[in-house]
């Protein structure tokens, strides 16, 4: 059906950077909006970026100024750069979107996940 592939991951110093990309592949007919979870260890997910089909974004407070996400929509992409690592943002990112799913029968609308990609921020 449809699959979310995230990849860049890793560890990474504070104040260093690292660049998440997610692809979407599959039966595609359309994707609205794109974007980023986390989850900490221990603690639930939370929204970390989101971008929409017309490129509007809406970011955490924590990363606003430090993350920036932008989507590739021919290319059914979406990336997350982040500078300024924290040992705060230490989690599992997840990529997320809701996708236009075909089949024989015709269409439907499905929110899809990513498998999730460890990021680590020592310090």
């Known amino acids: 059906q449809v699959q979310l592939v995230e990849s860049g991951g890793g560890l990474v110093q504070a104040g260093g950077s690292l660049r998440l990309s997610c692809v979407a592949s599959g039966l595609i007919d359309s994707i609205d909006f794109m974007g980023w979870y986390r989850q900490p260890p221990g603690r639930q997910r939370e929204l970390v970026a989101m971008?929409?089909?017309?490129?509007?974004?809406n970011y955490a407070d924590s990363v606003k100024g430090r993350f920036t996400i932008s989507r590739d929509i021919a290319k059914n992409t979406v990336t997350l750069e982040m500078n300024s690592l924290k040992p705060g943002d230490t989690a599992v990112y997840y990529c997320?979107?809701?996708?236009?799913?075909?089949?024989?029968?015709?269409?439907?609308?499905?929110?899809?996940w990513g498998q999730g990609t460890q990021v680590t921020v020592s310090s």
């Open positions: 997320n979107a809701k996708v236009r799913v075909l089949t024989q029968r015709g269409s439907y609308w499905s929110t899809q």
């Open positions: 971008i929409t089909k017309g490129t509007s974004t």
